[in-house]
């Protein structure tokens, strides 16, 4: 699928018996019933079924989402292993959820990182369900092994192979979800590796390489690619990517891709924050957990990799991403609290606070796109501790207009991501009063934070319609792997910015 596109596996589909196939793993489903568990795959054999149902307890199978048991496979089964996915209890209809499927497949196949090949008998009623399982192996099959060596990258190399068993091996609508995943897959990888690659590798100069060589081969399909330097931001009045990069030895950029199909249906603008290490400058932040600030460009990465699929995908949108990199260290040269920025279009900032710098490049990234002319905005960012506050380390918030605001969470939930909408309260805009500057970066009172940096990023939008994804907890995951989801970058914010896309296409 070309250089330029992150590793995907190879994924097909087959309408075999699934006991046939000499894989080195074979994944079914199970379920929680009022009985206990139960197997849910058709063609396994019976024998095979009644034996795993009945050491279930012992095997300690429950049949819970994310639940993943591996076991030999035993006579009349061809494949090495047998992978148990938990699917929970059935819906009311008896049927499982797309994000249930999804979650299990993508659970199953970062399991057996390691193998070589799985196959997958989930069940697929509907065309609908099969697009779920395919999209949940693809982004399980996953791992970021650049920085390891020897045996340790083998042993965590993700699966290579998948074969999805399915009775819709004919169908056109199945081949194009197939075709559409590997898409998917791959951008959401793509930003997965750039959040897991370290700070100093991942600069801002660096990451702007990186923007160019994502594009390299998408000329012929519209993409340009434009990136401002230092001395290009000074000139250009970006005061706030200026001024949150010059306490760092590598400087600042502001990377615009542009996606332009003919006859675009709308232009839509995707801008992200890509700040590469965030030490909070000289607002400096505890040493305990600053390691994973390494994650604080995952808007960018988001944002990159959403054009990139665009294009990819030959979406009739105009899509133009804004990536605002730069690196907020404490160095001799750093902003300091109490400096005031200029905005690129002339407002002025009072800093407050250095750790509160995404907002400030931030807002220049969203001048810039409002002075390009768009039908609608939309920023994401890993933006706030407060998000995490409020909505924890699996749900990102979504604020801004009423309508972009609700067209975003329609397209999350479409997508299997969670989000969730969050006011912004009229009575937060006093809180950006400063008394040397237009306004301050940040707020005395620390209750709301989230809202009040969307709050501060609005001034910046003027009347264009806007929309505001904060994706600070998400978008890391410290703790253990869970679904499709790996330990590190989860590329969160992808799938829903495409689905926005998609759905504004029709």
Not at 93 to 118: K, N, Y
Not at 314 to 334: I, K, Q, S
Not at 357 to 381: K, N, Q, T, Y
């Amino acid at each position: 699928m070309g250089d330029n596109i992150a590793s995907v596996a190879d994924l097909t589909l087959s309408g075999k018996n699934p006991t046939a196939l000499k894989v080195d793993a074979l994944v079914v489903g199970t379920c929680k019933t009022s009985d206990g568990p139960a197997i849910v795959a058709d063609q396994l054999p019976a024998s095979l079924v009644r034996q795993i149902e009945t050491l279930a307890p012992q095997l300690g199978v429950t049949g819970a989402r994310d639940e993943v048991r591996k076991l030999p496979a035993g006579d009349g089964v061809k494949a090495s292993v047998l992978v148990l996915s938990g699917l929970g209890e059935r819906e009311a209809d008896g049927t499982f959820a797309a994000e249930t499927l999804r979650r299990a497949a993508g659970a199953a196949v970062r399991e057996v990182a390691g193998t070589t090949s799985v196959a997958i008998a989930l069940p697929t009623a509907t065309e609908d369900d099969l697009t779920a399982v395919v999209e949940g192996a693809l982004l399980g099959a996953y791992a970021h092994t650049a920085y390891r060596t020897g045996d340790a990258a083998a042993k965590k190399a993700p699966v290579a192979s998948i074969e999805v068993l399915t009775p819709f091996v004919r169908s056109a609508r199945a081949k194009a979800a197939v075709e559409r995943a590997h898409v998917v897959a791959a951008a959401v990888h793509g930003a997965r590796d750039l959040v897991n690659t370290p700070p100093n590798h991942l600069f801002p100069a660096a990451f702007a390489e990186a923007a160019k060589t994502a594009v390299k081969d998408l000329g012929a399909k519209g993409v340009k690619v434009t990136v401002l330097d230092e001395r290009q931001l000074a000139a250009g009045g970006y005061g706030g990517i200026v001024g949150v990069g010059q306490g760092s030895a590598r400087p600042p950029r502001l990377v615009k891709l542009a996606y332009s199909p003919a006859k675009a249906s709308a232009r839509v603008a995707l801008v992200g924050k890509g700040i590469t290490f965030d030490t909070g400058g000289i607002s400096l932040k505890p040493p305990a957990g600053m390691h994973a600030m390494t994650s604080d460009m995952s808007g960018a990465a988001a944002v990159l990799h959403t054009v990139v699929a665009a294009a990819r995908l030959g979406l009739p949108v105009a899509v133009t991403g804004y990536l605002c990199l730069a690196e907020n260290m404490p160095g001799g040269n750093a902003q300091r609290p109490g400096d005031v920025v200029t905005i690129r279009g002339g407002k002025t900032v009072e800093i407050t606070n250095t750790d509160a710098e995404g907002r400030l490049v931030m807002a220049d990234g969203l001048v810039s796109a409002v002075e390009d002319g768009h039908d609608v905005v939309l920023d994401i960012a890993t933006l706030t501790g407060a998000q995490v506050v409020a909505l924890g380390n699996r749900v990102s918030g979504v604020m801004g207009d009423d309508d972009v605001r609700d067209a975003v969470k329609a397209a999350a939930d479409a997508a299997g991501e969670s989000f969730w909408p969050m006011p912004m309260p009229e009575e937060l805009k006093a809180g950006l009063k400063s008394n040397v500057a237009d306004m301050v970066n940040s707020a005395s009172d620390r209750a709301g934070g989230m809202l009040f940096a969307a709050t501060f990023l609005k001034e910046f939008v003027g009347q264009t319609p806007w929309g505001h994804l904060d994706i600070a907890g998400p978008a890391f995951n410290e703790k253990t792997a869970f679904g499709y989801t790996p330990v590190g970058g989860t590329g969160v914010g992808v799938r829903t910015l495409l689905a926005y896309l998609e759905d504004g296409a029709r």
